[in-house]
Every structure is written in structure tokens, then in C-alpha cells.
């Protein structure tokens, strides 16, 4: 097993990967940019390093950076997280060169599966059906332009490299295709520092659902089943779920086997996800390859009983996987929700700010992977993923009742959040009854925008951070005038926070 591992990531995914080392009895290395000098995956790590400043394409884009933090650090790994160069063939190809370990696919597998056109090319041939469009990257915009004319609109521009909703564009007309290419574009350079773009069909109202793959080096693939992400906004995802209502035994079979066969051809190592769009008759289309862990992988493992990230370490280790999928009986339903700093009432405008303060929910079957603490400032300059709430039951049901009561109790000051959308979303009848599609929230906030509360009663809300405002300038004062009296001052710190008491006392004054 590894000695040591450097996280080339940031936010919750970091301190996800650096919980499952710790976990393991192995040493972890964190990198941050200067914005990142006091993130929770700085204060986690056993060791943490800086590699440049705010920008990712001067910090965590930075291959040459991270192997020179990995060899002066002593690490013998590197895992990639998700984003950022998780998907750059670049970073295992220069982690082999420095006789570190990728934890995840090799390069060449990578370029096989990861690349969305050369996925496509490769599906083909291993006979998964595909949506139709470009076989490879389009590098001329007037050439894609021509051959979304020939297929017919709605079209849909993608980037070559990484995923995550990131340099996609839907195109409806002609007058729309220039400036779509141009923000694509420019969005997947920024993410990926790949600027390609390629072009398939865009399907009307399809279900997005994704088969989780594990493979070892000794010829095992297993697939773990399906998740449900076809609540998304702005190709986004936003709510994952599994199982999927709609996935029948056969379905999952047959997408389970495309999704081996596809691994198997490729040479796939590691953990990854073949995604799939399904129609309304059930037919499946394979989208693309994840070569990576996702950001919904908590809810594989919540119904699973599997922890992929320690599967990860274990199979970039060497070791063989420990267990075939007919062994494992999934159990249950889980659901996840992404919250980010951003502001609903502003056509979710990132919200970065300080935390001013936070409520964490807790209880029976409730999980809260994060990366942020109170008094922490939540950055401008990547992307404003907060947390990751994770509900699980015995039925849907109580999985949709548990999350419900969890985003009651989750209260955050100082910044905005989108959680006031999850109440909304849970509370939605075609939600409810599983009739979603890729563009049903689209639609939705389409229909009635304003219907978003932010967090319960907004008034509300108001005063609680007036309260909250009013308690922390008493106290400060309090401190001031006795700052000439040690005894005072003594005294007054073994009291609880004022701020605390009045945050506890609204949050106690919301729950039903």
C-alpha cells in the first residue's frame, strides 16, 4: 500500500480522499493556490503545499506544479479528485515519468474513453449504441456550423475534454451557433485547458442515467448499478438518485454489460462511469466516458455498502477487487443534492462571501461530505460547490422525507445558497412520481421563477442574520470596553457565542 498520497484537488472532494487515507493508515499532501491558504483541505492534510496563485490555470492546472510538490513531498501517488486535470491523459503520463502512481485510468485508456469523441468511436466499434453526431473534434466552427445544418437543429456543442456540464452549449438556429461556439469553447479552456469542441444530435426530454464501473488490472470489471441524473439545470446535474425508477432488471443488465464491454475494450483501470441517455420507449444511447471518480459517488455508496474511494487506492495499489457484482445486493435508496454559494434570486450569480455562520444537518441516515467551516470565505475564482447532502432510506419515501428534514435543518449566513431549490424540488408532484427528464427543471424555473424560496421563510431568514449581525457587534463592543479587565475578558470568553446562541434560538425557531 502507498505511503503517501498528493491530492491534486481542492474543496470537498480533497478532504473526501484525504478522509479515506487517513482511514487507511496512509499520509496525505494537499496543494492550494493562494485563495486556498486556510481551506478545510489545507487544515486536514498532513502536509499541504502552496503552487501559485488564485487562478487554476496558474495553480491546479499546473502538471509541471503538482509532480514537483509530489517528489519534493515524498509521495509515492496522486489522485486526481474530480475536474480541474482528473481527466488530462497529461497528469498519469507525467506521474509514470516521475515513477509516481495515477490513481485512476492510464493515459492511453484515458485517450481511448475519456476523450468524448474518440468514447464515441469506441462504443461504436464495441457495438453500444450512440446519439448521433461528430465522430471526431470539429476544429474549424464553420465546419460544425454546416453539419448541424445537415443533421438539423437543436444541436448540442461539447467539449472534448472534462464533463461536469462545463463547454456545452444547446443550439436551436443558425443565429445562435457562433456565439454558443465561442462561450463553449472559451468555458472548456478555462476548466480543461482544452479548448476542443465536438457536436452530437440533441435528444428532446431524454433521462440521463450513468452505470458506476470498477475494474482492477487483473481482468475484473464489475458494474455497481445505475444512478438517476437526469435533474439538471443548465446540463448541470443537481440531484442524483439510485436506483432509478425506471430502470427495469433487463434495462440494467444490458446497460451494466455495455457499460463492461466498453470498459474492457478500452483497457479501463480504476473507478469510472459510462453515462447513457434513455428515451421514453427505453432505449439507451451511450453520451460518454467519466474516467474518474464523480461527484455523485456517494450514493453508489450508500446503497452499495462500498467505499470507492479506498477501492481506488486499492486498486492503483495492485490489489484485485475483492468481490464480483453478483455478490453484492444493493440495499435501499439514496439521494444527493450539490449545494453551492450561489443566489437563486439572482439567476444563481455565484455568491462568494464569508461564512458567517452554518448548521450542519446530522441524524438516521443523513451524510454531509463538505468542504467549508464557519468563518471560512468562499472563493470567487472556482467553482462554488459547498457540500454534497446525502440522504439514504429503506424506500424513496424515506429517503425524500429524511432529505427534506436534512435541508430544514441546514442553515447557512453570510453568503447565499441554493437550498431553498431542494425544497422546492422535493415538494414538486412529477418529482415525486419520477417523471423527470434532462430539461424538467429548466422548464420548470422557466414557468414560475419567482416560486424559489431561498431558505424556508425569507423574512425570516432576515431577521435571523439581523439577529445574528446585532448579537456579534454587542459582543465585540462587550470586549472592547473590557479589554482593560483580564478577569472580564477571561470571564467573558468561557461564555458561549452570543452569535451561536441567537443562530441556535432561529434555528430552533424554524423546525416544526
Same mark, same amino acid.
Given at each position: 500500500?502507498?505511503?503517501?498520497?498528493?491530492?491534486?484537488?481542492?474543496?470537498?472532494?480533497?478532504?473526501?480522499?484525504?478522509?479515506?487515507?487517513?482511514?487507511?493508515?496512509?499520509?496525505?499532501?494537499?496543494?492550494?493556490?493562494?485563495?486556498?491558504?486556510?481551506?478545510?483541505?489545507?487544515?486536514?492534510?498532513?502536509?499541504?503545499?502552496?503552487?501559485?496563485?488564485?487562478?487554476?490555470?496558474?495553480?491546479?492546472?499546473?502538471?509541471?506544479?503538482?509532480?514537483?510538490?509530489?517528489?519534493?513531498?515524498?509521495?509515492?501517488?496522486?489522485?486526481?479528485?474530480?475536474?480541474?486535470?482528473?481527466?488530462?491523459?497529461?497528469?498519469?503520463?507525467?506521474?509514470?515519468?516521475?515513477?509516481?502512481?495515477?490513481?485512476?485510468?492510464?493515459?492511453?485508456?484515458?485517450?481511448?474513453?475519456?476523450?468524448?469523441?474518440?468514447?464515441?468511436?469506441?462504443?461504436?466499434?464495441?457495438?453500444?449504441?450512440?446519439?448521433?453526431?461528430?465522430?471526431?473534434?470539429?476544429?474549424?466552427?464553420?465546419?460544425?456550423?454546416?453539419?448541424?445544418?445537415?443533421?438539423?437543429?437543436?444541436?448540442?456543442?461539447?467539449?472534448?475534454?472534462?464533463?461536469?456540464?462545463?463547454?456545452?452549449?444547446?443550439?436551436?438556429?443558425?443565429?445562435?451557433?457562433?456565439?454558443?461556439?465561442?462561450?463553449?469553447?472559451?468555458?472548456?479552456?478555462?476548466?480543461?485547458?482544452?479548448?476542443?469542441?465536438?457536436?452530437?444530435?440533441?435528444?428532446?426530454?431524454?433521462?440521463?442515467?450513468?452505470?458506476?464501473?470498477?475494474?482492477?488490472?487483473?481482468?475484473?470489471?464489475?458494474?455497481?448499478?445505475?444512478?438517476?441524473?437526469?435533474?439538471?439545470?443548465?446540463?448541470?446535474?443537481?440531484?442524483?438518485?439510485?436506483?432509478?425508477?425506471?430502470?427495469?432488471?433487463?434495462?440494467?443488465?444490458?446497460?451494466?454489460?455495455?457499460?463492461?464491454?466498453?470498459?474492457?475494450?478500452?483497457?479501463?483501470?480504476?473507478?469510472?462511469?459510462?453515462?447513457?441517455?434513455?428515451?421514453?420507449?427505453?432505449?439507451?444511447?451511450?453520451?460518454?466516458?467519466?474516467?474518474?471518480?464523480?461527484?455523485?459517488?456517494?450514493?453508489?455508496?450508500?446503497?452499495?455498502?462500498?467505499?470507492?474511494?479506498?477501492?481506488?487506492?486499492?486498486?492503483?495499489?495492485?490489489? @484485485? #477487487?475483492?468481490? $464480483?457484482? =453478483?455478490?453484492? /445486493?444493493?440495499? &435501499?435508496?439514496?439521494?444527493?443534492?450539490? %449545494?453551492?454559494?450561489?443566489?437563486?434570486?439572482?439567476?444563481?450569480?455565484?455568491?462568494?462571501?464569508?461564512?458567517?455562520?452554518?448548521?450542519?444537518?446530522?441524524?438516521?441516515?443523513?451524510?454531509?461530505?463538505?468542504?467549508?467551516?464557519?468563518?471560512?470565505?468562499?472563493?470567487?475564482?472556482?467553482?462554488?460547490?459547498?457540500?454534497?447532502?446525502?440522504?439514504?432510506?429503506?424506500?424513496?419515501?424515506?429517503?425524500?422525507? @429524511? #432529505?427534506?428534514? $436534512?435541508? =430544514?435543518?441546514? /442553515?447557512?449566513? &453570510?453568503?447565499?445558497?441554493?437550498?431553498? %431549490?431542494?425544497?422546492?424540488?422535493?415538494?414538486?408532484?412529477?418529482?415525486?412520481?419520477?417523471?423527470?427528464?434532462?430539461?424538467?427543471?429548466?422548464?420548470?424555473?422557466?414557468?414560475?421563477?419567482?416560486?424559489?424560496?431561498?431558505?424556508?421563510?425569507?423574512?425570516?431568514?432576515?431577521?435571523?442574520?439581523?439577529?445574528?449581525?446585532?448579537?456579534?457587534?454587542?459582543?465585540?463592543?462587550?470586549?472592547?470596553?473590557?479589554?482593560?479587565?483580564?478577569?472580564?475578558?477571561?470571564?467573558?470568553?468561557?461564555?458561549?457565542?452570543?452569535?451561536?446562541?441567537?443562530?441556535?434560538?432561529?434555528?430552533?425557531?424554524?423546525?416544526?
Amino acid at each position: 500500500m502507498f505511503k503517501k498520497i498528493l491530492i491534486a484537488n481542492r474543496g470537498e472532494i480533497a478532504v473526501r480522499i484525504l478522509r479515506a487515507c487517513r482511514e487507511l493508515g496512509i499520509r496525505s499532501a494537499a496543494v492550494f493556490s493562494q485563495v486556498d491558504r486556510t481551506s478545510l483541505h489545507v487544515r486536514l492534510a498532513d502536509e499541504a503545499y502552496p503552487i501559485g496563485p488564485a487562478s487554476s490555470r496558474e495553480s491546479y492546472l499546473r502538471i509541471d506544479k503538482i509532480i514537483d510538490v509530489a517528489r519534493r513531498s515524498g509521495c509515492d501517488a496522486v489522485h486526481p479528485g474530480y475536474g480541474f486535470l482528473a481527466e488530462n491523459a497529461a497528469l498519469p503520463r507525467a506521474c509514470t515519468d516521475a515513477g509516481l502512481t495515477f490513481i485512476g485510468p492510464s493515459a492511453e485508456a484515458m485517450e481511448a474513453l475519456g476523450s468524448k469523441t474518440a468514447g464515441r468511436q469506441l462504443a461504436r466499434r464495441s457495438d453500444v449504441p450512440t446519439v448521433p453526431g461528430a465522430d471526431d473534434p470539429i476544429e474549424n466552427p464553420d465546419d460544425a456550423q454546416a453539419l448541424a445544418q445537415n443533421m438539423g437543429y437543436p444541436v448540442l456543442l461539447k467539449a472534448v475534454a472534462g464533463g461536469g456540464g462545463k463547454g456545452m452549449r444547446v443550439v436551436t438556429r443558425d443565429t445562435e451557433f457562433a456565439p454558443a461556439w465561442r462561450d463553449a469553447s472559451s468555458e472548456a479552456l478555462n476548466a480543461f485547458g482544452d479548448s476542443r469542441l465536438y457536436l452530437e444530435k440533441y435528444l428532446e426530454k431524454p433521462r440521463h442515467i450513468e452505470i458506476q464501473i470498477l475494474a482492477d488490472a487483473h481482468g475484473r470489471v464489475v458494474s455497481l448499478g445505475e444512478r438517476e441524473c437526469s435533474v439538471q439545470r443548465r446540463h448541470q446535474k443537481v440531484i442524483e438518485e439510485a436506483p432509478s425508477l425506471v430502470v427495469t432488471p433487463e434495462l440494467r443488465k444490458k446497460m451494466g454489460d455495455a457499460a463492461v464491454r466498453l470498459a474492457r475494450a478500452g483497457g479501463y483501470v480504476n473507478a469510472g462511469t459510462v453515462e447513457f441517455l434513455v428515451d421514453t420507449h427505453l432505449n439507451f444511447y451511450f453520451l460518454e466516458v467519466n474516467t474518474r471518480l464523480q461527484v455523485e459517488h456517494p450514493v453508489t455508496e450508500q446503497v452499495t455498502g462500498l467505499d470507492l474511494v479506498k477501492l481506488q487506492i486499492a486498486i492503483a495499489a495492485g490489489h @484485485r #477487487l475483492p468481490f $464480483a457484482w =453478483e455478490t453484492i /445486493t444493493p440495499r &435501499g435508496h439514496a439521494m444527493e443534492v450539490r %449545494l453551492y454559494a450561489e443566489d437563486p434570486e439572482n439567476s444563481f450569480f455565484p455568491s462568494p462571501g464569508k461564512i458567517l455562520s452554518r448548521h450542519a444537518p446530522s441524524g438516521p441516515g443523513i451524510r454531509l461530505d463538505e468542504g467549508v467551516y464557519e468563518g471560512w470565505t468562499v472563493p470567487m475564482d472556482y467553482d462554488p460547490l459547498l457540500s454534497k447532502l446525502i440522504a439514504w432510506g429503506n424506500s424513496r419515501e424515506e429517503t425524500i422525507a @429524511r #432529505l427534506r428534514r $436534512a435541508l =430544514e435543518e441546514y /442553515t447557512v449566513t &453570510g453568503i447565499k445558497t441554493n437550498a431553498g %431549490l431542494f425544497r422546492r424540488i422535493l415538494a414538486e408532484p412529477e418529482f415525486l412520481c419520477g417523471e423527470i427528464h434532462t430539461k424538467w427543471l429548466d422548464d420548470l424555473l422557466r414557468r414560475s421563477p419567482t416560486a424559489l424560496p431561498t431558505s424556508g421563510d425569507p423574512a425570516q431568514q432576515g431577521r435571523a442574520e439581523d439577529a445574528a449581525a446585532i448579537a456579534s457587534a454587542f459582543r465585540q463592543a462587550r470586549q472592547s470596553e473590557n479589554h482593560s479587565d483580564p478577569s472580564s475578558s477571561v470571564q467573558d470568553s468561557l461564555q458561549p457565542s452570543r452569535w451561536k446562541q441567537e443562530g441556535r434560538r432561529q434555528q430552533l425557531d424554524r423546525l416544526p
